[in-house]
């Protein structure tokens, strides 16, 4: 499985997304937008529905926790609202976002230098819940416990990112 690199994605969402600029100075040359697949779209519009749940437009952390930490990992700068509709529908699309599979023989050995918050970022963007302590081995792999849809798991966060179920 090919490792992925948040760098396309986050071209995409940096043309997007204007700067901190107020609206009426937003460069209005149009963005190219990355099609999708009626399904994923439609998908996607209806998972942004759920999530939004006070119906402003954007998702809060505490509405999407999974996707800022998704958006952190990639670098991605959320507005102070969250992220708004039609950026989400445009990352939603994307295969990248959507990954969790981690490569084939993970988690590798090697020097992590993700700090405890960037590896929790990447366990919280894999839709574990509930973190607890986590703890960098002598092998240079963060692991933790959390839960995963409704099941308690431990898991492991190698310097490459994967994030593992582990026994």
């Known amino acids: 499985m090919p490792t992925l690199r948040p760098l ?7 043309a997007a997304v204007p700067a901190a600029a107020p609206a009426q100075e937003a460069d209005p040359t149009p963005v190219p937008a990355q099609p999708a697949a009626p399904a994923a779209t439609a998908d996607c519009e209806a998972e942004f529905g759920r999530l939004d749940a006070d119906g402003d437009g954007f998702l809060t952390l505490t509405e999407a926790p999974r996707d800022h930490a998704r958006a952190a990992i990639d670098n991605i700068t959320v507005a102070e609202q969250g992220i708004a509709r ?3 529908l445009t990352l939603c699309s994307s295969p990248h976002w959507q990954s969790n599979q981690p490569e084939e023989g993970a988690p590798f050995e090697g020097a992590n230098s993700f700090t405890e918050e960037q590896a929790r970022d990447r366990a919280a963007a894999w839709q574990i819940t509930g973190i607890g302590s986590l703890a960098l081995d002598d092998k240079g792999i963060w692991r933790g416990t959390g839960t995963l849809d409704g099941t308690a798991v431990d898991f492991a966060i190698d310097y490459r990112g994967n994030v593992v179920i582990t026994p």
């Open 8 to 14: 396309p994605l986050l071209a995409v969402l940096l």
């Open 86 to 88: 039609d950026n989400w």
